[in-house]
Structure formats: C-alpha cells, structure tokens
C-alpha cells in the first residue's frame, strides 16, 4: 500500500508539472490546465454528491456538477477578456482584470448565479415539505467546497512574472503532497500518539509532525531547485520554510475535514478511482483547502 501510493503519488506530481511547463508556451490560454482543472473537479465533485448522497442532505447532481464547471469556466473568463481589451484601443472593462484580487470576482459572480438558479430548480421540483432546504444545502456545500476553494488553486496559475504561476503551483503542490507523504509514512512507521480520532483513528501525532517536516523540505527543495538550479525567481529558504510550515499545516487539516465528511457519511474513501489512494477527492483535499492560504501567501510574500 505505501510503495503503491508512492508511485502513484510521483507518476501524478510529475506528470502535473510536465503538463504545466508545456502550458508556458500556450500563455495565458493554458490548455492543459484547464483540462486537468476541469476534469478533476468535476470527479470529486461526483465523489461529493456520492458521499452526501447518502445523507439527508443530498445535492442536485445536476446542479452541482454544472455548477462547478461554470466556476472552473469563470477562472480562465478574466484573463481571456484581458488579452482581448488589451488588442483594442480602449480597454474593454474599468478594471485591471489581471490583478489577482479582481479576477476572483469572475468564480465568485458565478457561484452566486449558482445559489440563485439552485433556488429557482429547487423550487420548480418542490412537491412536499421537509426535504428541499437539505437539498439545496447540500448542492451549495459541493460547489463551494470543490468550486470556491479549487479556484484558489486555479489562479495561482496567473501570478505575474517569468514562470511565477508555474512556481507557485509546484509550490503548493509539492508542499501539500509532501505534508500527506510525511504524514502517512511517519504515522506507519512511528505512529502511537492518534491525533483526532473522532474524525480520521489512524491519523496520528507522529504523523502529523512528519507531515509538517516533509511538507518544508519540499517547500525549501522547490525554491533551491527554482532559484540554482532554473535560474527563476521563487521564495528565499527562510521564506519557502515559513510558507511550508503553513501550507503543510492547512494541507493536514483539510485531510481531516474531508475525513469528517466521510466519517459523517460512512465511507472510507471518495471513491477507488486512484490506486493507493482511494478518489480524486482524497487526491486534492489538501490541495484546495490549502489553495486559499497559499495564494494569500504568495500575494503577500512572493518573490
């Protein structure tokens, strides 16, 4: 089981990240990415409505997934409409939409074009009391927790600057897998101490301190590689430890909430879709509950 979560585990590192340095050449359009994007959020998102399916509060599949596919839509529609006001005389919008900030506006309109048209469906099909506010509490919870949060993600992709989109995806990337690969090998290996029971019994404390190491080695081995070895700009080490240190963290808790929710729902995993690893969503949960502290930090921080 942990030789096959390894392998599996670098095969999709690596191939992510060969996938985004052939987008550099296809900027700001990036293809690859939002294809990768969009077929991985809309797996976990059939895992989210699989998994609350079970409950009282069962989502409208449709809804859901069309819901998250026009967020992930809405991430590249800034950036199109910049190249395109940037080809005519008078800009198209009053507004720098390259500036991070601004561009979230576009995923944001659209999850509120979502709520409202939940209502409305959700009203359409009303025939009996007692169901319809579980349901569209459940629609909304999937497409926040797969669409919202998976957009922070998504952005980084835009930072400006010679391959800074690039970085502060492996970043993130390399920081959130590092943490679940400390964690779970530590936890098998030295793991006595159990952590939050209640939510995931076989996390434990020893595991978690792993994480946090592994997850600032990668962080310091992704800025010594970026600044010596490609000659790009990223995190000094001091800095790349600090963003390790809290993205490793939020990467550990976002593990755990998403453990909650299958603790809640019964399930042990999203699904068997990834060897070793169990869904998609047991893939990203780090990643998108991680992605929103990341791109604070790197808007903050970033070189």
């Known amino acids: 089981m942990l030789s096959t979560r390894l392998v599996f585990g670098i095969l999709m590192v690596a191939g992510l990240l060969a996938a985004l340095w052939l987008d550099e050449m296809l900027a700001p359009w990036y293809p690859f990415w939002f294809l990768l994007s969009a077929a991985?959020?809309?797996v976990a998102a059939r895992e989210v409505i699989g998994l609350l399916g079970a409950t009282s509060a069962s989502p409208s599949g449709n809804s859901v997934i069309g819901g998250v596919l026009a967020i992930v839509v809405a991430n590249w529609m800034p950036h199109l409409v910049e190249t395109q006001?940037?080809?005519?005389?008078?800009?198209?919008?009053?507004?720098?939409?390259?500036?991070p900030l601004d561009v979230l506006a576009w995923p944001f309109l659209t999850f509120i074009a979502v709520l409202m048209t939940s209502f409305v469906v959700q009203s359409i099909q009303f025939n009996r009391p007692g169901r319809t506010m579980a349901k569209?509490?459940?629609?909304?919870?999937?497409?926040?927790?797969?669409?919202?949060?998976?957009?922070?993600?998504?952005?980084?992709?835009?930072?400006?600057?010679?391959?800074?989109?690039?970085?502060?995806?492996?970043?993130?990337?390399?920081?959130?897998k590092g943490a679940d690969t400390g964690a779970y090998t530590l936890g098998r290996i030295a793991g006595r101490h159990k952590l939050w029971p209640q939510l995931s019994p076989k996390k434990t404390i020893e595991g978690a301190i792993g994480g946090l190491i592994f997850g600032i080695g990668a962080a310091m081995?992704?800025?010594?590689?970026?600044?010596?070895?490609?000659?790009?700009?990223?995190?000094?080490?001091?800095?790349?430890?600090?963003?390790?240190?809290?993205?490793?963290?939020?990467?550990?808790?976002?593990?755990?909430?998403?453990?909650?929710?299958?603790?809640?729902?019964?399930?042990?995993?999203?699904?068997?879709?990834?060897?070793?690893?169990?869904?998609?969503?047991?893939?990203?949960?780090?990643?998108?509950f991680a992605g929103p502290v990341a791109y604070a930090l790197w808007m903050w921080f970033g070189p």
């Not at 006001?85 to 500036?99: F, H, K, T």
């Open 40 to 42: 991985a959020m809309t």
């Open 85 to 99: 006001s940037q080809a005519e005389a008078e800009p198209a919008l009053l507004y720098d939409p390259g500036r």
């Open 136 to 176: 569209i509490s459940g629609t909304i919870l999937a497409v926040a927790y797969v669409g919202l949060l998976g957009s922070f993600v998504i952005q980084q992709r835009w930072f400006e600057g010679r391959h800074q989109g690039l970085m502060a995806i492996a970043f993130l990337v390399a920081t959130a």
């Open 221 to 288: 081995l992704v800025s010594t590689i970026a600044r010596h070895g490609l000659g790009i700009r990223a995190f000094s080490l001091p800095l790349a430890a600090l963003y390790g240190l809290v993205v490793a963290a939020v990467a550990q808790l976002g593990d755990l909430m998403e453990s909650m929710i299958k603790r809640d729902c019964e399930q042990k995993d999203a699904s068997s879709a990834v060897p070793g690893f169990g869904g998609v969503l047991d893939v990203i949960d780090s990643l998108i």
